[in-house]
């Protein structure tokens, strides 16, 4: 029951593009299509933003995307905005026969 | 409106117990799968525990398991976490989640979390 990896960090300018990695295994996010993205402003409850690797909750701009690739999953974030700041978080369903998920570490997305 | 509002945490001694509750309402409590998420200080995310609709299906972190129980009332509209045997490590905010409709691992609403601090 490994956390999946993510950078601890990210950065980028204001309309730029980013994405953010999150990288498991066959048992998680490779073995499923339940990987999902939370974002988290400081004092605030997570917020998901990207769910079954590419749909996005109602409500979510279209400028977040996830994507997956093996054991690999990824969240774009186009045109950057401030308000976009925070950290953000993947999760993947990770068992075959029981009720289990598993976070990525987290990622702090910095605009500068 | 979906709202989970959690409640029972507090400072407790180690090896001591508490009892997490999470009051839901706004939606159909029996359908959904229901989780317990936590978060240290100045920590991540870390899965708790989770457990389906019914009930008959239920999971556990390696960090917690054989300590906590996870349980919940549908007449109530209410989940638990029981935490037994608790130490240091235990202390962080500690968040009930409601699954997304058909997607049980996708945890599409969030409480704002009940503190527990495990101390001497």
């Known amino acids: 029951q490994s956390a999946l990896t993510q950078p601890p960090s990210a950065s980028g300018s204001p309309g730029q593009s980013l994405t953010i990695s999150c990288t498991g295994t066959s048992s998680d996010v490779g073995g499923y299509n339940y990987v999902s993205w939370y974002q988290q402003r400081p004092g605030e409850a997570p917020k998901l933003m990207i769910y079954e690797v590419h749909k996005r909750p109602s409500g979510v701009p279209d400028r977040f995307s996830g994507s997956k690739s093996g054991n690999r999953a990824s969240l774009t974030v186009s045109g950057l905005q401030a308000e976009d700041e925070a950290d953000y978080y993947c999760?993947?369903?990770?068992?075959?026969?029981?009720?289990?998920?598993?976070f990525g570490g987290g990622t702090k997305l910095t605009v500068l | 409106e979906v709202q989970l509002v959690e409640s029972g945490g507090g400072l407790v001694q180690p090896g001591r117990s508490l009892r997490l509750s999470c009051a839901a309402s706004?939606?159909?409590?029996?359908?959904?799968?229901m989780h317990w998420v936590r978060q240290g200080p100045g920590k991540g995310l870390e899965w708790v525990s989770g457990?389906?609709?019914?009930?008959?299906?239920?999971g556990y972190a390696d960090s917690v398991k054989g300590r906590f129980t996870i349980s919940r009332d549908n007449a109530k509209n209410s989940l638990y976490l029981q935490l037994n045997s608790l130490r240091a490590e235990d202390t962080a905010l500690y968040y009930c989640a409601k699954g997304l409709p058909g997607n049980a691992y996708s945890l599409g609403y969030w409480g704002q979390g009940t503190l527990v601090t495990v101390s001497s």
């Open positions: 999760s993947s369903y990770a068992g075959s026969n029981n009720f289990h998920v598993v």
């Open positions: 706004g939606f159909t409590f029996d359908d959904s799968a």
């Open positions: 457990i389906s609709w019914g009930g008959g299906n239920i």
